[in-house]
């Protein structure tokens, strides 16, 4: 196994992390571009920490999804970003949303299930749509009769909302906090439309 020095170890993985199609994890790492020389886990963690660091202050960070490392620009920066494709980002229905949710949440979760909660039937084009986009995936059937299919996210739907477990789903705190929050913002806003009598 040949030796590498730090320099050149923190420019090979910032190279690979930047030029991967895909999230890239520490093991893909040592497997690949690392694979001719002989760098511990403990180092490679460390470099890895560091180039977090780096981008920190930039428009460009260094995070960590489910899948592994990749670079991605700031989400407070999208709004400007947006503006550089011409297409529009899909706009998806509250129904796909409500079913992706319920399956986020409860998962590993039956068709059913998701019809019970919601209160209606679960058009078979949402559960295509969530299966191509790689969101969601069959994990298994259910035993109960029937043995209906089962349906659980995939690494895909985390990487793509930019988590790294499914631990960093806001909890249903934060989603009541959210809506008390733009309840109040409305309220101000019909406030603040009102005529005066003056």
């Given at each position: 196994?040949?030796?590498?020095?730090?320099?050149?170890?923190?420019?090979?993985?910032?190279?690979?992390?930047?030029?991967?199609?895909?999230?890239?994890?520490?093991?893909?790492?040592?497997?690949?571009?690392?694979?001719?020389?002989?760098?511990?886990?403990?180092?490679?963690?460390?470099?890895?920490?560091?180039?977090?660091?780096?981008?920190?202050?930039?428009?460009?960070?260094?995070?960590?999804?489910?899948?592994?490392?990749?670079?991605?620009?700031?989400?407070?920066?999208?709004?400007?970003?947006?503006?550089?494709?011409?297409?529009?980002?899909?706009?998806?229905?509250?129904?796909?949303?409500?079913?992706?949710?319920?399956?986020?949440?409860?998962?590993?979760?039956?068709?059913?299930?998701?019809?019970?909660?919601?209160?209606?039937?679960?058009?078979?084009?949402?559960?295509?749509?969530?299966?191509?986009?790689?969101?969601?995936?069959?994990?298994?059937?259910?035993?109960?009769?029937?043995?209906?299919?089962?349906?659980a996210t995939t690494k895909t739907f985390l990487d793509?909302?930019?988590?790294?477990?499914?631990?960093?789903?806001?909890?249903?705190?934060?989603?009541?906090?959210?809506?008390?929050?733009?309840?109040?913002?409305?309220?101000?806003?019909?406030?603040?439309?009102a005529p005066s009598n003056q």
């Open positions: 196994m040949k030796k590498i020095n730090t320099a050149q170890l923190k420019q090979l993985v910032e190279a690979a992390i930047f030029v991967a199609e895909k999230p890239i994890s520490k093991q893909e790492l040592k497997d690949s571009v690392l694979g001719e020389f002989e760098v511990a886990d403990r180092t490679l963690s460390k470099i890895v920490n560091e180039l977090q660091r780096d981008y920190q202050p930039r428009g460009i960070q260094l995070v960590e999804v489910a899948s592994g490392y990749r670079f991605q620009s700031l989400d407070a920066l999208s709004p400007w970003l947006s503006k550089l494709w011409q297409e529009n980002a899909p706009k998806y229905s509250r129904a796909m949303l409500e079913t992706l949710a319920l399956i986020a949440y409860r998962q590993p979760i039956t068709r059913g299930e998701i019809e019970q909660v919601r209160g209606v039937a679960v058009s078979s084009n949402i559960m295509k749509t969530l299966t191509e986009r790689g969101w969601v995936s069959l994990v298994g059937h259910k035993e109960v009769p029937g043995r209906p299919a089962l349906y793509y909302f930019s988590l790294s477990s499914l631990s960093d789903l806001p909890s249903a705190d934060a989603f009541e906090t959210m809506t008390e929050n733009e309840q109040s913002s409305s309220s101000l806003k019909v406030l603040n439309e």
